[in-house]
């Protein structure tokens, strides 16, 4: 099978990874792809949210199977002329990906699945959103509508915070993302993140992760894209999964097939859990980043065939092999990350990594320039490691950290703190 993953980042070179080890990939791309996915694979320049290039692409190439990475094309609408077109690509219709650009979709959508989620309005003028914060009270939170590159929810422990807040989005900080807003009930207790795949029908789980927010040790300071994550997550049992499953999402991806918008893809769901029960925080229609990390390196070349099979139907009949194995990744970011930080800085040592199926060093924002692989990005590599316990899978994926050059970069010494305090 001929290949095409859309993405550059440290989701994607795990994606690429994965699928490079499975017998059934004769050959692989990835469109844009970055300097680490480039040692793996074909990387081409490509402009991914545009349906019609990837179709023109895809065709010239003679790919059989697409793989989306990131949300901007599937919002886009490229997993939609992809099929118009008669290519086999795994992701939701621009339609199925409302759940994650819009936010008032997906309450309304769980108002109809009763799926347990936070209690919230939904405002397209600033007075009337005002007063219903005025009428709950703090704390609350305050949410621009659509896709604002994971800066658009502001938890606001007064009032007059969120008043703020509701001006700054009405006023256009977020841009069109705030146009509309909606104002939920702040939840307390530990969040984690549940994956399963979907093929319209059928719901496989493939894993859960948490990942780590905030850019300071003890999970503190400003938030980023995540600074490191790691699989399973003990707070969410086999038991809250299943609840999961059968409260949130199964009656999710019911309530989208009768819209006629059946949902195909990963679908990551965000729960909050309190008491051993969980409730929706948000759903992504792709994988996280950088959980999809730890979760390539615990399925493997698995991965491929699963998402093959949801792509063509066919998940009634799949199943995940799994080792009783867990998996850590570290995140790399260039020093000042998430506000300004500098690019162009080298990174040495990268060469005398080991690359084996336990330990891998992913490639986020990294470019190669006569022979030396520069930072370009503001998180830039992933030190990703399995192990029988997840101390293991930490000393593996520090070990790696420690052997990389890179005075520029910094990262958190404590991922995974949650999880291994439970020990
Ligand atoms: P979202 O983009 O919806 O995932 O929100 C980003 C983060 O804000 C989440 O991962 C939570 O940590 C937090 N958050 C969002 N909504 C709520 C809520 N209703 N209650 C508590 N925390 C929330
Ligand atoms: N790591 C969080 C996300 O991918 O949204």
């Not at 086999?88 to 979709?105: C, D, I, M």
């Not at 309450?107 to 007075?127: N, Q, R, S």
């Not at 915070?161 to 104002?183: H, S």
Request: aromatic fraction near 6%; hydrophobic fraction near 45%; glycine fraction near 12%.
């Amino acid at each position: 099978m001929n290949i095409l993953i859309l993405g550059s980042g440290g989701r994607e070179h795990a994606l690429a990874w994965a699928v490079m080890q499975n017998p059934k990939c004769d050959k692989l791309i990835v469109a844009p792809g970055n300097a680490g996915i480039a040692q793996i694979a074909d990387c081409a320049t490509l402009n991914i949210e545009d349906g019609g290039t990837v179709v023109n692409f895809a065709e010239a190439n003679s790919i059989d199977f697409v793989i989306v990475g990131p949300e901007a094309p599937l919002a886009a609408g490229v997993a939609d002329r992809l099929r118009e077109a008669g290519i086999l690509v795994f992701g939701p219709s621009a339609e199925a990906a409302r759940l994650e650009a819009s936010k008032s979709f997906t309450k309304e959508i769980c108002d109809a699945a009763g799926a347990p989620t936070a209690g919230y309005g939904h405002f397209t003028d600033a007075e009337a959103a005002k007063a219903y914060v005025r009428d709950q009270g703090a704390p609350i939170v305050v949410k621009a509508d659509g896709l604002a590159a994971g800066k658009g929810v502001i938890i606001a422990e007064t009032v007059e915070d969120a008043e703020a807040a509701i001006d700054d989005m009405f006023g256009g900080a977020f841009g069109g993302a705030g146009a509309e807003v909606v104002i939920e009930e702040f939840m307390e207790g530990e969040e984690a993140s549940f994956f399963v795949l979907c093929d319209g029908e059928n719901v496989l789980p493939i894993g859960t992760a948490q990942d780590h927010k905030r850019v300071g040790e003890g999970d503190t300071g400003l938030n980023t894209g995540g600074m490191g994550a790691y699989s399973p997550a003990p707070v969410l049992t086999d038991e809250i999964a299943e609840k999961a499953l059968d409260q949130i999402i199964r009656p999710t991806m019911a309530e989208m097939a009768k819209r006629g918008a059946p949902y195909q893809g990963v679908l990551y769901a965000g729960l909050m859990i309190k008491d051993g029960q969980p409730r929706l925080v948000e759903y992504n229609v792709r994988f996280g980043d950088p959980e999809c990390q730890v979760l390539m390196m615990r399925l493997g070349a698995q991965a491929m065939d699963l998402m093959h099979a949801a792509a063509e139907g066919r998940l009634g009949e799949a199943q995940v092999n799994w080792a009783d194995d867990h998996a850590m990744t570290v995140v790399l970011a260039a020093k000042g990350y998430p506000g300004a930080y500098e690019k162009g800085s080298v990174i040495g040592g990268l060469d005398a990594l080991p690359e084996t199926s336990f330990e891998m060093c992913f490639h986020a924002g990294t470019t190669e320039a006569d022979g030396k692989i520069t930072a370009s990005g503001g998180r830039v590599l992933n030190a990703t490691a399995r192990g029988a316990t997840l101390a293991e899978a930490r000393d593996r994926a520090y070990a790696m950290v420690d052997a990389i050059d890179w005075p520029e970069g910094f990262c958190r010494r404590d991922i995974g703190w949650r999880a291994l305090g439970r020990d």
